[in-house]
């Protein structure tokens, strides 16, 4: 019974959007402090794709549970994405081969940054409501 409120599909899609966030402020971080660097090329990290393709795919084969409301996760989908790191090797942003944009940088590890929060706090309202049922009376 634990096993089935602890390992519910939504909260484990938002765990691993914050472990690709938490991969994407590294990844940030290493291009912006080679922005300097000669030849250097950036990466990125993939995930929100990948994670969007699984679902999809989950919503086309026929599932044998019936999902009650159209915003419920699919069940039993195979295994899940996880984040990958992408060299971005086809452009160039200066004359030394470099191709780190700081503003760019500066701005995804922004918009990252508010990503990781709103999954934190949508998970802690999950537990934060589990907790409430428990210690109800």
């Known amino acids: 019974m634990l096993g089935h409120i602890l390992e519910n599909p939504v909260v484990g899609a938002m765990q691993r959007g914050m472990e690709a966030a938490s991969l994407r402020q590294e990844v940030i971080s290493h291009n912006i402090a080679n922005v300097n660097t000669p030849y250097f090329k950036k990466s990125d990290v993939v995930f929100e794709e990948l994670l969007a393709k699984e679902l999809d795919a989950a919503n086309s084969n026929e599932m044998p549970l019936i999902r009650t409301h159209d915003r419920h996760m699919p069940v039993g989908v195979g295994k899940p994405v996880v984040a990958t790191i992408e060299r971005q090797d086809t452009s160039t942003m200066r004359v030394d081969g470099n191709n780190v944009d700081i503003d760019i940088e500066m701005a995804s590890l922004s918009k990252n940054n508010l990503y990781y929060n ?11 409501g589990l907790r409430s049922v428990m210690t109800s009376q």
């Open 118 to 128: 709103a999954l934190a706090r949508q998970i802690g309202g999950y537990f934060q």
